[in-house]
């Protein structure tokens, strides 16, 4: 695709900082948004979701949205509320306003969270499975996917929502074998979701092609990504550290881990 101009917001976290790097190699030419400054960025925009004037100045020119701000874990339903529901609302209506044609919304395995981990021989994880929100913050991904397909149906905003697994340099948990983005299949799955034509609204789960992985691809696929890492060569080390998932422990049982039973709390 032609180099685009790409709204990333939530740049200051971990997978913006990741993207930052790994998307304009894709000629993606990135505006960047957060609530808090971007290090060694003075042309980001600091603002927060919740100001309007400033996310439409934002969203103003640019093609495309990666909407990546937002509460990244647990929280009081008032902060959920305040930054990942109004505010993910505040920027579709800015990128609705200012006739942005494509957003790719970054969902989480949360919103599907209290899914039954599939045990071995059973049948992947289906697209179409029920919502099951393990938090606060997975109802909060729930909420942005059916916002996402309203803006569609109403306004032909299109939008690819990503129920991203875990993104991080490595994984670091024998759940996150399973679930695991490479952060260059990030990268390739957020340039798929930018560049496709025609994704109306698809939801679609965001790992890489992992031996162990839980879910159904194939909607990801579908929009070009072709990954390339899967997370089995951390395998050995970490089922030597923590032993295989135990059948028995309910932290273990479901999709979302540790988020059904302990959920870990914003900020970190
Ligand atoms: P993070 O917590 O490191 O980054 C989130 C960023 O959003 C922060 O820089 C924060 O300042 C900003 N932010 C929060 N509230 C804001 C507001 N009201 N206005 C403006 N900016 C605000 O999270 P991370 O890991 O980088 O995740 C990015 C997105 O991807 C989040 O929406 C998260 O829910 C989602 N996600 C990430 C996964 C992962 O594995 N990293 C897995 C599933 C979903
Ligand atoms: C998420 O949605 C979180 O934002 C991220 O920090 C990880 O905890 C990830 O899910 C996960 O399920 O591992």
């Known amino acids: 695709a032609a180099p685009r101009t790409v709204l990333l917001t939530g740049a200051a976290g971990g997978l913006g900082t990741l993207m930052r790097t790994l998307l304009p190699p894709y000629g993606y030419d990135l505006r960047l948004f957060d609530m808090v400054p971007v290090e060694g960025e003075p042309d980001a925009v600091t603002a927060d979701l919740a100001d309007q004037d400033a996310l439409r100045a ?8 990666v909407h990546l701000a937002g509460i990244s874990l647990e929280a009081p339903f008032a902060d959920i509320l305040r930054s990942n529901i109004e505010g993910t609302h505040n920027l579709y209506e800015a990128a609705r306003a200012e006739g942005v044609r494509r ?6 395995n949360h919103a599907v969270g209290f899914t039954p981990r599939p045990r071995a021989g059973d049948p992947l994880i289906p697209l179409g ?98 990954p390339q890492d899967d997370s089995e060569g951390f395998a050995a080390r970490l089922v030597a550290e923590q ?23 914003w900020p970190h």
Not at 192 to 218: E, K
Not at 243 to 265: I, Q, R, W, Y
């Open 58 to 65: 934002a969203v103003r020119g640019v093609d495309a949205i």
């Open 103 to 108: 957003i790719v919304f970054a969902s989480s």
């Open 129 to 226: 499975t029920p919502r099951r929100p393990d938090t606060f913050y997975g109802l909060s991904k729930a909420f942005g996917e059916d916002l996402a397909q309203l803006y569609w149906d109403r306004h032909g905003l299109e939008t690819v929502s990503v129920r991203i697994g875990s993104c991080f340099p490595e994984p670091t948990s024998v759940r996150m074998l399973s679930v695991w983005m490479s952060p260059a299949d990030g990268a390739r799955l957020f340039h798929a979701a930018l560049s496709a034509p025609g994704v109306g609204h698809t939801v679609v789960y965001g790992s890489s092609a992992n031996t162990r992985v839980w879910w159904d691809l194939s909607s990801a696929r579908a929009l070009g990504y072709d």
């Open 243 to 265: 032993g295989e998932l135990d059948e028995s422990n309910p932290d273990h049982a479901h999709l979302g881990g540790h988020f059904c039973t302990k959920p870990p709390v």
